[in-house]
């Protein structure tokens, strides 16, 4: 909602459809409507000429058209590029675009990749991650999460086909606008990307882990898990007091009982907090105990070496001990994969350009932040 109107690319096609109806207009205006929006990619309503001059300015009085817009990419057309965005409100979010060569959270290697956010900051303050830093500020409404695709895709002229919920912000924290958004992804009259190439990555919200399970999407679901025991969870993940390790498990087998869609295990190698033999033992058992309830979801185990953060005091683990983690989960059987690839630079994860951006171009301060760093 925006000055009582209703922005039209939060809406689902029924929704539109009644829309439409109360503007005295036969239904099937709203697929010539969804066919603008989500194919051709009209920007206004003005560009949507098949409708009627009166109807145009009907539409316009009615919804919003929301928009995001680029104020900074940075990298190249064959690597990670990350894009900065300013909403209308002048919030500041990010995403990612992935080329297609690495393989990610199992989609295959030819897929472009984007990681997208869904809330503007985030309330629960991982202490090794850039999007906590600042607090939480709002959430995303589902026309802003669709829009990071839909800008992105503009901006870089390539499809993508594969989404990730991993940028800032919780998105099982946002549960109504994240479902909303995914279903506008889903559907044939939306984006049109299957549901099994779109992953949601969460802290660990047990609760809202067994309501997507309850949901029909069979979209897939990335843990962050970090730590194999509540003494190293507890160091890095305030979440962790609320949902423990036993709490989240039992989320997870609740998931992989519902669900047939693969589960991940993210897990950020992090020097000296919880890259130990004794962590990786406990992870593998983890993740066996979970594949072993799971009669039809397989399990996985995703080891990525921490990004750096300006300003926070943890580091990536040695190449060795990177390996040797890995080798303990193989041994045990446990699919599990390292990222190896370079450009850790440009590939740090996402709330880290936000923040540079922040620090060195100070635009106006926000009240919370301003509040904060008096
Ligand atoms: N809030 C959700 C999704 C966004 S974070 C979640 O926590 O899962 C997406 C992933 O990036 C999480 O696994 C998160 O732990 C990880 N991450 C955050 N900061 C990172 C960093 N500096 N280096 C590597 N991964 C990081
Ligand atoms: Fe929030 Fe996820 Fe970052 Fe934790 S890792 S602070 S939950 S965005």
Request: aromatic fraction near 6%.
């Given at each position: ?328 989960l193989r041994a045990k059987g446990i699919a599990a994969t390292l990222r190896r690839e370079k450009g850790h630079d440009i590939d740090a994860a996402c709330g880290q350009l936000r923040l540079q951006t922040k620090r060195h171009h100070r635009p106006p301060l926000h009240p919370q932040n301003f509040l904060r760093e008096a």
């Amino acid at each position: 909602m925006d000055n009582g109107k209703i922005e039209i690319k939060s809406l689902l096609f029924d929704e539109l459809r009644e829309k439409v109806r109360e503007l005295g207009e036969p239904g099937y205006r709203a697929r010539q409507i969804a066919d603008w929006l989500y194919q051709k990619r009209a920007q206004s309503f003005n560009d949507m000429t098949d409708l009627s001059r009166g109807l145009r300015a009907q539409l316009d009085e009615t919804f919003s058209f929301g928009r995001v817009d680029i104020v900074r990419v940075l990298g190249s057309r064959d690597t990670t590029r990350k894009f900065l965005f300013r909403l209308a409100d002048g919030n500041l979010i990010e995403s990612v675009l992935i080329p297609a060569s690495p393989a990610l959270y199992g989609a295959k290697s030819d897929r472009r990749t984007i990681c997208i956010s869904t809330q503007v900051g985030c309330a629960y303050g991982c202490k090794f991650c850039a999007s906590g830093l600042e607090g939480f500020t709002r959430n995303l409404g589902a026309n802003e999460i669709v829009d990071q695709i839909i800008a992105v895709e503009r901006a870089s002229g390539q499809k993508i086909d594969n989404i990730v919920f991993m940028g800032m912000g919780e998105p099982l924290a946002n549960f109504e606008q994240l479902m909303r958004a995914i279903r506008i992804i889903n559907a044939p009259w939306g984006l049109g990307i299957g549901a099994r190439h779109i992953t949601v990555s969460t802290s660990g919200l047990a609760p809202q882990i067994r309501r997507l399970a309850d949901e029909p999407l069979q979209s897939r679901l990335a843990i962050s898990l970090h730590g194999a025991t509540d003494e190293v969870r507890d160091q890095i993940m305030p979440i962790n007091r609320r949902y423990n390790v036993a709490d989240l498990l039992s989320a997870c087998d609740y998931y992989a009982s519902h669900k047939k869609q693969r589960l991940t295990f993210e897990y950020i190698l992090i020097a000296d907090v919880n890259d130990t033999d004794d962590q990786a033992h406990l992870l593998a058992k983890h993740a066996r105990r979970l594949s072993e309830h799971a009669r039809r979801l397989s399990v996985k185990v995703n080891l990525i070496p921490y990004n750096t953060v300006e300003g926070l005091p943890w580091s990536r683990p040695s190449r060795n001990r990177q390996e040797k983690f890995l080798s303990i989960l193989r041994a045990k059987g446990i699919a599990a994969t390292l990222r190896r690839e370079k450009g850790h630079d440009i590939d740090a994860a996402c709330g880290q350009l936000r923040l540079q951006t922040k620090r060195h171009h100070r635009p106006p301060l926000h009240p919370q932040n301003f509040l904060r760093e008096a």
